[in-house]
């Protein structure tokens, strides 16, 4: 089983629209999660970071953790074409393991 | 500005053929870490660095080695380049317990 699951996509939602971007992971010891965003030929930037339960909001993006379901999930709220890329899970298990573990990633298209 | 920073950005090169990609950070990181990026499969780590002197192995380390003599640098090293190494490198850098990683802008490498 892989250590951090998402669905390749692409997702396709129209402008506007919410996307939501889904994760889960193996290892209960995990305590830190990030997402990235990935576009094309480039390197992954960090939009969020959540390390409890609950929602986290910055601006159209919010981070969903549930710990007690290994899940962790990202939504896009207005998305927008600029928001076409790929989005990176990443799962850091902490306790001094300082290794961050990255889903394969799901490639996001807007349409207008 | 902060940031990490990779050369070569393009390389082709043949079977064989000793080769190092570099990687600075300006940030005084103590954590380093190399990943490959190949479809479908995610980023995956080869290498990481905890401090000078400091290196053990990620999922993926056959075929490569590094080094960190200097906490600024974390070179990469092919000794002898098989065709599959042919992929998008990554060098990402962070602080300790690697809340979040910056990345460089990748390395593309080609082994005929």
């Known amino acids: 089983q892989k250590e951090v699951e998402q669905n390749s996509g692409p997702l396709s939602v129209p402008e506007g629209a919410i996307a939501s971007l889904n994760c889960t992971y193996s290892?209960?010891?995990?305590?830190?999660f990030f997402w990235y965003r990935q576009y094309s030929g480039k390197s992954p930037e960090l939009i969020m970071s959540?390390?409890?339960?609950g929602d986290k909001e910055d601006g159209r993006f919010t981070a969903q953790l549930n710990k007690a379901s290994q899940y962790v999930s990202l939504l896009i709220r207005d998305s927008q074409p600029s928001d076409s890329a790929t989005y990176l899970c990443?799962?850091?298990?902490?306790?001094?393991?300082?290794?961050?573990?990255f889903g394969a990633g799901t490639r996001l298209a807007v349409h207008p | 500005e902060a940031q990490v920073t990779q050369n070569p950005r393009y390389l082709i090169t043949v079977t064989g053929k000793k080769l190092t990609v570099t990687c600075s950070q300006n940030?005084?990181?103590?954590?380093m870490s190399w990943y490959r990026q190949d479809p479908g499969l995610g980023l995956r780590q080869i290498y990481y660095s905890m401090n000078v002197e400091v290196t053990d192995k990620g999922d993926v380390p056959e075929g490569y080695k590094v080094s960190r003599k200097e906490k600024r640098n974390f070179p990469l090293i092919l000794e002898s380049p098989s065709p599959n190494q042919t992929s998008l490198y990554f060098c990402a850098s962070g602080d300790r317990g690697f809340t979040e990683a910056f990345f460089g802008q990748g390395t593309r490498l080609t082994v005929v």
């Open positions: 990443a799962v850091n298990m902490g306790g001094g393991y300082n290794k961050l573990i």
């Open positions: 290892d209960r010891v995990s305590q830190s």
């Open positions: 959540i390390y409890s339960n």
């Open positions: 940030m005084n990181h103590e954590y």
